[in-house]
Each structure stands twice: as structure tokens, then as C-alpha cells.
């Protein structure tokens, strides 16, 4: 039972991750860029999650070799989060770019999630 919670919260992750990056290449692109509001609220939590998926290393929606993926989620909430606390918050340089790739994966593991379900059904 533990092992199917662990795989519904990695899924749930996934999914709140590529919302996120979303969000982050959308504010990226407007006219005035910013972060978006309580993006430390948001990414912290996603962040120490980033790192319990490091640790386990074996769950069944984080193949091995999509563990460098994760670390480099994790840098950039951790980016996010330190911009958030500064005295003049901004969006950190290149952040967009690094975002909509970070969400492309992010996708593409959601996809192969998905297709996973539907041959299992």
C-alpha cells in the first residue's frame, strides 16, 4: 500500500511541478516580468519533495535516469525561492528558458505514465 501512495504522490508531483514550470515560462513572457506570487510557498515543498524522490531512488514514475531531471527541478525551486526572499525580488536570468525545458520533460513523463495506465487497462 505504501508503494501505490508513493506512486499516486509522485504522479501528483509531476503534475504540480509542470504547473509550476508553466507558470514560470508564462510570467517569463509577459511584458513586466516577475515571480509569480508566493512562488517560495509554492516551491519549497516541491523542492524537499525533489529530494525524497532522490533518496528513494526507486520510484515507479521517476525512471533512474530521470533523476538528473529531478535534481535540476530541484536546483530551480531552489533558485526561485532564494529570488522570492530577496530585498528586490526578480526573476533570475534564463529562468523561462530553463523552465519550459524543465516542463517539456515533465510532460513527457506524464505522457508515459499515462500510456502506462491505459496498457495496463
Known amino acids: 500500500m ?22 514560470i515560462v508564462r510570467t517569463s513572457l509577459s511584458d513586466r516580468p516577475k515571480l509569480p ?20 531512488a526507486d520510484s515507479p514514475i521517476i525512471s ?19 529570488a522570492s526572499l530577496a530585498d528586490i525580488p526578480r526573476l533570475p536570468v534564463s529562468i523561462g528558458q530553463r523552465s519550459l525545458v524543465l516542463a517539456q520533460t515533465a510532460q513527457e513523463i506524464k505522457e508515459k505514465v499515462a500510456e502506462k495506465n491505459r496498457s495496463c487497462q
Open 64 to 82: 533512474p535516469d530521470s533523476l538528473e531531471w529531478v535534481e535540476k527541478v530541484r536546483q530551480l525551486l531552489l533558485d526561485l525561492s532564494r
Open 2 to 23: 505504501n508503494n501505490l501512495s508513493s506512486h499516486y504522490s509522485d504522479i501528483e508531483w509531476v503534475d504540480q511541478v509542470h504547473q509550476l514550470l508553466l507558470e
Open 37 to 56: 506570487e508566493n512562488i517560495a510557498e509554492k516551491a519549497l515543498p516541491l523542492a524537499q519533495k525533489a529530494k525524497s524522490i532522490q533518496e528513494k
